[in-house]
């Protein structure tokens, strides 16, 4: 008696069991299009600025790490920030540090399922290091970086650098041909290598300007400044190419499956004619020729016999 109690009647439990399969129903379909990778859109990025640098201090012995970047953006974003200050423990007694200063800092990234491009423009900067507050790094007038990624398209990246450039207060002249060095004496060295660019199937990065630093100042409680700095830098990755649907796997199949056994059918005739006369054979040792054979073999029998008593009954005459 518990156990009818506590028991679901057949008919209620079967109409549970639908209804939990009609609400699944939309889920488990769903399922294969949220499995998915991404939505199909491709990336981008962008930076106007981005320093890496290893700060020795005189008093300490010690090294204090500069990392720092200026309208870092990834798609889809963009900046606009005109400078760039930071505070290290040690310099300059803690005051804020200028890294850059510029009239105009753009960096945009934008990607969707057609394309994905990155763009930075940098004009009428300076950029400094610590211990050199008044000896800007290097000076540009403008500098422009492009990475566009465009679906079903040859990736392309490309780099402009216009204008004068100085270095640690020189007037230099750039060559894309390799890096140009800047020796500076009593201050440090520089080396810079001009718009790299590269590019894959899927992929472009451009960087308008790469500049190795190795500074000596001797100024603000500084001893060495080493490191990388890297202005206008853009990057992009072309969508991926979708997946084949499986939708039309699975109406193919039931039409292959229709055409495989088109064939067989049409070979039912021949086999029923003939697989059950093999049987036959195989079971009695003769064919269905036998009974008509069997026949024939009387006739002739009765008919030589009759002819035998003929034949003696004229020999006895």
């Known amino acids: 008696m518990n156990s009818n109690t506590f028991r679901m009647p057949a008919r209620r439990c079967a109409g549970v069991v639908a209804a939990v399969a009609l609400t699944a129903g939309p889920v488990l379909l769903a399922a294969p299009a949220q499995a998915t990778e991404g939505k199909g859109e491709g990336r981008a990025s962008a930076v106007v600025l981005r320093a890496g640098l290893d700060v020795s201090l005189l008093n300490k012995t010690v090294h204090v790490p500069l990392r720092a970047s200026l309208n870092e953006v990834e798609a889809p974003a963009s900046a606009e920030r005109t400078a760039l200050s930071v505070r290290l423990d040690g310099v300059d007694q803690g005051r804020s540090f200028s890294v850059l200063r510029a009239d105009v800092a753009t960096a945009r990234a934008t990607a969707d399922k057609r394309g994905a491009q990155g763009y930075t423009n940098l004009a009428h900067a300076k950029v400094h290091v610590p211990g050199l507050p008044l000896l800007s790094l290097i000076e540009i007038q403008e500098v422009t970086s492009k990475a566009v990624c465009e679906a079903g ?165």
């Open 153 to 317: 398209k040859r990736p392309v990246a490309e780099s402009n650098l216009l204008g004068r450039v100085r270095v640690l207060g020189k007037r230099i002249t750039l060559s894309a041909g390799g890096p140009t060095v800047v020796t500076v004496p009593g201050v440090g060295e520089v080396r810079l290598d001009l718009s790299k660019t590269n590019t894959t199937s899927r992929t472009a990065a451009a960087t308008a300007l790469r500049l190795k630093v190795s500074v000596n100042p001797l100024n603000l409680n500084v001893a060495e400044v080493e490191g990388v700095v890297t202005l206008a830098e853009a990057t992009c990755e072309s969508p991926k190419a979708p997946a084949a649907a499986q939708g039309p796997e699975k109406t193919e199949q039931p039409e292959a499956e229709q055409e495989s056994e088109a064939p067989a059918g049409e070979g039912l005739k021949p086999q029923s004619a003939v697989e059950p006369a093999k049987e036959n054979l195989a079971e009695t040792g003769g064919s269905s020729a036998t009974p008509y054979l069997a026949g024939g073999a009387a006739v002739l029998l009765a008919a030589g016999g009759g002819a035998l008593a003929m034949a003696r009954a004229r020999a006895k005459r």
